[in-house]
Every structure is written in structure tokens, then in C-alpha cells.
């Protein structure tokens, strides 16, 4: 695939006019797209077996094809929003490898897919339900009726087409912000439409959170980049650090170890990270359109087993406690509902809650396992699961709950047994989605490697320039993966860079800084008023 860059502007100097320009365009031979396509088909027939063996395992009889049809072209979109994110986010990888030479363009470009794909087999699955925490709680609990065929179709075609968009611009805009604006789109469209004020329909705690990494990663990358080159400049006086490559010779053995290195690191991070946001979508598609299957976990062991009853216990004496003196007569749910889409407690929630606990345990101990709940009843007690956590979460979170520390861990511990229950993700999806991002990543990645390496500066890339983008980019998406944060690789590295030509004293293009920080402003309103509108759209079609 070959891409055409866009043009400069009239009596713009390009950077890399004194030095050699690193070769972007290779010829693709046929068998290298048999290949690549064989992998594509064998991946599909590899998602259908498996959805075919998890559902014949639970020994549910198929009467409608019709699920199974949307369940398979939510996979579809799922799955091409990261191919689109692999080839979107090449560049915050190897453009610095394939600018100082390092490692030919083509190479480059299949070495960081592997490494995207082994970042999204190791990932943890923390920043998958981090994202799902965002949507809201009434549109999850019916995450397979229309209403959630709708918020998932629009979300992620909203994410695409953005993505899409500033992809032929060649601007390294955010995946990650991309997809949460579309995630708020969509709570404040179902909210609006529910007759609520828009602000309601989002979790604003974990928005803002989330909205913190994102604000503050581009400027992290920008200072702490521009910090590590002057202290390299500092410490490490071997002129060939800091100057640009001469011809199409690659650096000495021990810079380019250190580029690759990092070229690697960050291609592992960029995978474990943004992997796992389609990690959550697909299981938010599978609950809600093959419960039986993939609501619970039905490969928890016995030993979870006996720890979630003990939790359980403890859990609904401390909640019991908190609301003696109420009864509740009737359906608990509604008010839990309440609380978690609100975050208001009243007289209610406590009682409430108290029996939804006492609901789950009778539920899980009437049948002994997870894998033993029938079909019929397996998605009302994973929802139940799930409402219970959610409003364990905002309760632990709430400064006026008046719970002691011991309240707290014994509250947490069973939190935690309820997430075992049904926040997992089968290693077939990681799979999948390490295929799609690895295989995303080997195409179309000119454009955004284009302006990454040639317009951000107006010197051509140095080696310490690259290595120290990369290091602080690396480090930061680690980081943000451990804490279950997803940041934008995009920003860091871009970011990163403009700092080391800022410390440099080489200039900057001011132009193309612009046009970053444009895409980095309008990303997040239009991603939200794109899915609010589709959202509106696909409600009325399903």
C-alpha cells in the first residue's frame, strides 16, 4: 500500500533536504499479500470455532441465527476499529527508527506489529473495564437488547471514521480520545433521550480521571523528553549522539540497539494499552448477545468459589448494618440503579443494596458454580453482579459512606470476588484483537510516520533525539497500563519529540504543531457529537 504524503506548504524547507530521506515506498510482492490475507481469513475462521466451542460447551440450543448475524458484524467493527487504531498509531513507533536509519521502513513496520501483538496477549485487562466503567449502567444491564446493539455500533463507527479522518490528513491524532469521546457521546445522547439532564448519562469521576491522563500525557512527554535529552547532552559527550545521519548509513551498533530497543518498548506498551479498549467492547458484545456463554466466568476455580461465598457473607452484614432500620419490600434493583446512575444515596440505597448481596450469594450458592447457572437466568445474575460492584465502587469512593477500614477491605475483598465473576476476558479475544492491532500496524502508516519524522522539527531527527521520545513514551504507557489508564501513545510521542527539538534549539514547524494541536482539541467534541448522533440513528433502526 503506498500512501502520498501531504504536501508543504509553499517555502517550507523539508528537514531531511541536507540528508538523506529514509526510503518509505517498498514494492509489495503477491505472496506477501497471500499471506496477509491468509492470516486475516484464518483469524476469522479462528473467532467463529471458538464462539462455536464456547456456546456447544454450555449446551444451549440455538433457535435464532439472528444474534449470532449482529454478534458477528459487531466482531467485524470491533475488530477493523483496531486495525484502524494498529495503522492510525505505527508512527509513534517506528518513525524514529526509520528516520535515523535504524531499521528499514518495511522491517520496522512488521517488527513493531509482533510486538504490538505480543503487548495485547500480555495485557492485563485493567484499561478494558476502566473504559467500560465509563458507559452507562442502564445501557450495560441491557448491553443485548437494541438500546446496546446501538451504543456499541456507534461508539466504535464513530471512532473509526474520526480515526479514518485524520488519518489521511496524516495528523497523529489520539485513538484513545477518540474513543472516549465517542463513549460520552453516547451516555449523553441515551440520557437526553431518557428525559435526564446530558451530564447524568456519564460517570464524570472516571471521565475526569481519564480526561487527566490524556490532558496531561502530551505535556508529561513534552518536558520529561526535552529533560532526558539535556541530561544526555550533559552526561554523554559523543558528538554522534546529537547530530543527524549522514547518508542512508545506519548509527553505531550501540545507538541503534538503544533505538530498536525503544522502537520495541514502545510498540509492546502501545499493544498492552490500546489492545485492551477492544478488548472491553467485544466482551460487552458477547455478554449482551451470547450471555450464556460469556456473562460469567465460568472457568473460576472452587477456591474463588468458596473465597466469593465468605466475601459475600461479611460484605452483607456490613451492609446490612449501615441501613437497619429499613425494610425493603419488592424489587431492590431499581434503587441500586439509582444510586449508581445518580450517586445520591437516600434512605433506600443501603437496605437495598443489602439484599441485592443476599440475592447474588442465595444465586450462586442454589448452584454451586458459575459454569452450573442455567442459561435462562445466567445474564440476570451476572447483571446483578455487576450492578452490586458498580455501586460498591461509587460507595468506597464517597466521603459521607462512614465506613471504617475494616468495613473497607472487607467491602473491597468482596468487590473483588464479584469482578472475578465476570470481568474476564477469553484468551480467544485477546487473540483476535492482537491479530487485528498487529496486522493494522503493518499498513498504511506512511502518513502519520511522514509527519512525525519530517514536520514536527525543522532539523532533521538526531539519535538522541529518538531514543529520548521514545524512552519517555515507553515508560509513560507503561505506567498508564499498570494503573489502568489509557493515555495516548500518539500524544506522548509526538509530544516527546517536539520537546527534544524544542531543548535542541532546532526550531519547530510551527504550522504542523497547529495542525496537532487542533486535531488534539477537536478530537474529543466531535467524537462525542458523532456518536450521540449515530446513536440516535441506530436506537431507531434496532
Known sequence: MTDIAAPLPPGTQTPTESHARPKLDHPIEPLTVIIFLGIIGSALLFVAYSLYGDVAETGAKVTTYLPYLLLFVALLIALGFEFVNGFHDTANAVATVIYTHSLPANIAVVWSGMFNLFGVLMSSGAVAFGIISLLPVELILQVGSGAGFAMVFALLIAAIIWNLGTWYLGLPASSSH????????????????????????????????????????????????????????????????????????????????????????????HGSNDGQKGMGLIMLILIGTVPTAYALNRAMPESQMVEFRTTSTAAALVVESKGAGYNIIGDPRPTVTQYVARRTIS???????????????????????????????????????????????????????????????????????????????????????????????????????????????????????????????????????????????????????????????????????????????????????????????FINIF
Request: with cysteine; hydrophobic share 50%; aromatic share 8%.
Open 178 to 269: 477518540t474513543l472516549i469521546g465517542s463513549i460520552i457521546g453516547v451516555g449523553v445522547a441515551n440520557a437526553l433521550m431518557q428525559g435526564q439532564d446530558g451530564t447524568s448519562g456519564v460517570d464524570w469521576t472516571k471521565a475526569t480521571e481519564i480526561g487527566y491522563a490524556l490532558l496531561l500525557s502530551p505535556l508529561f512527554g513534552f518536558c520529561v523528553a526535552a529533560a532526558l535529552f539535556l541530561l544526555l547532552k550533559f552526561a554523554v559527550h559523543n558528538p554522534a549522539l546529537y547530530t543527524a545521519p549522514k547518508g542512508e548509513q545506519p548509527p553505531p551498533w550501540w545507538i541503534r540497539s538503544i533505538l530498536i530497543l525503544t522502537c520495541t518498548g514502545v510498540s509492546f506498551a
Open 347 to 537: 434512605e433506600g440505597t443501603y437496605p437495598s443494596l443489602a439484599v441485592l448481596i443476599r440475592d447474588i450469594s442465595k444465586q450462586v450458592n442454589e448452584y454451586g458454580t458459575l459454569a452450573q447457572v442455567p442459561a435462562a437466568v445466567v445474564g440476570n445474575t451476572r447483571n446483578d453482579m455487576y450492578l452490586a460492584s458498580e455501586a460498591l465502587r461509587f460507595l468506597l469512593k464517597d466521603k459521607e459512606n462512614d465506613l471504617d477500614k475494616t468495613e473497607v477491605a472487607t467491602l473491597n475483598s468482596y468487590k473483588k470476588s464479584l469482578d472475578n465473576s465476570t470481568k474476564f476476558i477469553p484468551t480467544w479475544v485477546k487473540i483476535a484483537v492482537a491479530i487485528a492491532l498487529g496486522l493494522g500496524t503493518m499498513v498504511g502508516w506512511r502518513r502519520i510516520v511522514v509527519t512525525v519524522g519530517e514536520k514536527i522539527g525543522k532539523s532533521h531527527l538526531t539519535y538522541a533525539q529518538g531514543a529520548s521520545a521514545e524512552l519517555v513514551a515507553m515508560g509513560t504507557i507503561g505506567a498508564a497500563d499498570v494503573f489502568g489508564l489509557p493515555v495516548s501513545t500518539t500524544h506522548v510521542l509526538s509530544s516527546g519529540v517536539a520537546g527534544t527539538m524544542a531543548a535542541n534549539g532546532s526550531g519547530l514547524q510551527w504550522s504542523t504543531v497547529r495542525d496537532l494541536l487542533m486535531a488534539w482539541v477537536l478530537t474529543l467534541p466531535i467524537a462525542i457529537m458523532l456518536s450521540a448522533g449515530l446513536f440516535v440513528l
